[in-house]
């Protein structure tokens, strides 16, 4: 028996809404970040999913 695990997508891809917990789950999945880590993102720029992809990329080039 194979199993799949599906991420369902957000609704809205170009927003982060971290109220969800599967959003959150789905972006700290595609980011590659933990959840602390997300949230502080949003934190820093706002729920814009472009914003929050360059604060991830900014911070690890620190």
């Known amino acids: ?10 609704a809205d891809l170009a927003r982060v809404d971290i109220s969800l917990p ?3 789950n789905y972006w700290t ?3 590659g970040v933990s959840e602390l880590e997300l949230l502080s993102a ?3 720029v706002g729920d814009s999913s472009w914003n929050v992809r360059v604060e991830v990329r900014r911070r690890r080039t620190q």
């Open 22 to 24: 599967a959003d959150l």
């Open 42 to 44: 949003v934190e820093a």
């Open 29 to 31: 999945r595609v980011l």
């Open 1 to 10: 028996m194979t199993v799949k695990l599906v991420t369902l997508r957000p």
